[in-house]
C-alpha cells in the first residue's frame, strides 16, 4: 500500500525517506528557495535589456521608439503564453513545463548574440527568448506557492519574489560590466550559460507541485496543531468556498478589479523600469553609476518585498498595496526633479522610494490572487491574470519611447505614471480580498 509513494520524496530519488509529516521541517520552504533563484533570472533579464538597450542604440540606426517595442514583444509573447503556462501547470505538474522552457530561454539568449538586424531583435529577443523565459515567471511560481501556503502566504510570496530585486541587482551590473567589457554579443551568450547551469538543477531536482507530494499538509510546520486551528479558527481562507471555472471567474467583479489592480501597476513600473537607465543616462550620469542606481533600487526592492508580504498578513493587502504605490509615486516625483533642477541628489530618493514602492507589487499580485481565486484550476486563472499584466508591461515598454521620440523628453511618461499608480491602487480596494481571508494575528 505505500510503495507509491516512494515517489513522493523531498528531493525526489527513489529510495530516499519522506518528508517528516509531523510538523518538522516544512518544505514549501524549499519550493520558496527554488521561486527566488528563478525570479531573480526572470526580472534579472527583463531589466537587463535596459542596459542592452543603451549598447544596441549605439551599435544601430535604430529610434527608441522601434528598439523599446522588441521588449513590448517579448512581453506581449509572455502574454500569450502566460494563460497556456498556468494550465499545463496546473495538469501536468511544473517540472514538465518549467524545465523545456528553460531551454528554449537560453537558446533565445545564445541566438540574440548573432543578430544584425531590428527584425532578427525582434524574432530571438521578443519571440524565442520571451517565450522560454515566461516558464520562469511569477505565472509559474505563483500557481505552484498558492498550493504550498495560505497562513503564511503574503510572505511567502514576498520571499519568493524578493529575488525579482536580487536578480535585478546582480544581473543588471554585471550585463554592464560584461558589454562594457566584451561586448553585448558575449553578453548574451554569458547569460544563456547562466541560465542553464543554476536553473537547470534547481528546477529538476526540487521543485514540487503540492505539499501531499512530500507528505505534508499546507503550511506544514506543525501540522497536526496546524490542522487542528484551522478546524477552529481557519486563516486566510475565503468565506465562501467556490469551485472556480474560468467562466465563472470572468463574470465576477473581483476578477476585473483584480486584473484592473495588477494591469495599471505594471504599466507604471515597466515605464521607469525600461526607461530609468536611459534617462539618467541622458540626464549626464555615466552609464555604470545608471546601472548601479537600478541595481540598489532593485536589491531595496528585495528586501521591502518581504516586508510588505509579512506586512500584508496583518493588516490586509488593500492597506499594504496602497503604502507601497505611495512610496512608488514619490520615487518618481524624484526622477521628475532630477530632470527639471539638475540636482543628482534626487538620485537617492529614486533608488530608495521607488525601490520600495516597487517591491510592493509582485507579493501583491500573487497574494492577492490565492485569496481571490485559490482552487483547482487557479494556475489557469493566475494564467489569464498574467495575460493582462503583459499587456500593462509592454504598453509600459512602449509608451516612453513613443512618448520620447515625440517630445523629446520624459516628464509625461513619468506624469502617467503617477497616474496609473494612483488607479491601481483604487482597483484592489474594488478587488477586497479583504471579504475573502481573515488577518493573521
Not at 527608441?64 to 513590448?72: E, I, K, W
Not at 496602497?322 to 530632470?339: D, H, R
Not at 517630445?407 to 477586497?432: D, N, P, R
Amino acid at each position: 500500500m505505500n510503495r507509491p509513494y516512494k515517489r513522493d520524496l523531498a528531493i525526489g530519488k527513489p529510495g530516499w525517506p519522506r518528508a517528516d509529516r509531523s510538523g518538522g521541517f516544512y518544505y514549501g520552504w524549499i519550493i520558496v528557495g527554488v521561486a527566488l533563484v528563478s525570479m531573480a533570472f526572470w526580472l534579472g533579464i527583463r531589466t537587463s535589456f535596459s542596459v542592452f538597450y543603451v549598447a544596441l542604440l549605439e551599435d544601430f540606426p535604430w529610434n527608441r521608439g522601434d528598439s523599446a517595442g522588441v521588449q513590448s514583444i517579448a512581453l506581449i509573447t509572455y502574454t500569450v503564453l502566460a494563460p497556456l503556462v498556468g494550465g499545463l501547470i496546473d495538469r501536468f505538474g511544473p517540472r514538465r513545463v518549467i524545465l523545456p522552457g528553460i531551454f528554449i530561454l537560453c537558446l533565445g539568449l545564445v541566438l540574440c548574440a548573432t543578430i544584425d538586424s531590428l527584425a532578427q531583435f525582434y524574432l530571438l529577443y521578443g519571440v524565442v527568448m520571451g517565450a522560454g523565459i515566461t516558464s520562469i515567471g511569477i505565472i509559474s511560481y505563483s500557481a505552484i506557492l498558492a498550493h504550498w501556503f495560505e497562513k503564511k502566504r503574503g510572505l511567502a510570496s514576498g520571499i519568493a519574489v524578493s529575488g525579482m530585486g536580487l536578480g535585478t541587482f546582480a544581473l543588471v551590473p554585471l550585463s554592464q560590466y560584461l558589454i562594457s567589457t566584451w561586448g553585448w554579443r558575449a553578453t548574451f551568450v554569458v547569460t544563456g550559460a547562466l541560465v542553464l547551469i543554476i536553473l537547470v538543477p534547481i528546477n529538476g531536482l526540487f521543485l514540487r507541485h503540492k505539499p501531499s507530494e512530500v507528505g505534508q499538509p499546507v503550511d506544514g510546520i506543525n501540522a497536526g496543531r496546524t490542522s487542528e486551528n484551522s478546524r477552529q479558527n481557519p486563516l486566510n481562507q475565503p468565506t465562501v468556498k467556490t469551485d472556480w471555472t474560468i467562466r465563472k471567474a470572468l463574470l465576477s467583479g473581483r476578477f476585473w478589479g483584480l486584473m484592473a489592480f495588477c494591469f495599471f501597476a505594471v504599466i507604471g513600473l515597466y515605464v521607469v523600469l525600461v526607461h530609468n537607465v536611459r534617462f539618467l543616462v541622458d540626464q549626464g550620469v555615466p552609464k555604470m553609476a545608471a546601472a548601479l542606481v537600478f541595481a540598489i533600487t532593485g536589491i531595496i526592492s528585495s528586501a521591502f518585498r518581504i516586508f510588505w508580504g509579512w506586512l500584508s498578513d496583518r493588516i490586509g493587502r488593500e492597506i499594504t498595496f496602497t503604502m507601497g504605490i505611495f512610496c512608488a509615486c514619490l520615487g518618481v516625483v524624484s526622477l521628475l526633479l532630477i530632470e527639471s533642477t539638475g540636482n543628482k541628489g534626487f538620485l537617492y530618493g529614486f533608488a530608495v522610494f521607488f525601490g520600495m514602492g516597487w517591491g510592493v507589487s509582485a507579493p501583491m499580485f500573487m497574494a492577492v490572487s490565492a485569496d481571490l481565486f485559490k482552487g483547482r484550476i487557479f494556475g489557469l486563472i493566475f494564467g489569464v491574470v498574467e495575460a493582462g499584466i503583459g499587456v500593462g508591461c509592454a504598453l509600459g515598454a512602449w509608451v516612453p519611447g513613443f512618448i520620447f521620440d515625440q517630445t523629446h523628453s520624459y516628464q509625461w511618461a513619468f506624469v502617467l505614471v503617477i497616474i496609473v499608480l494612483v488607479m491601481s491602487g483604487f482597483f484592489v480596494w474594488f478587488a477586497a480580498p479583504r471579504k475573502f481571508r481573515t488577518l493573521t494575528h
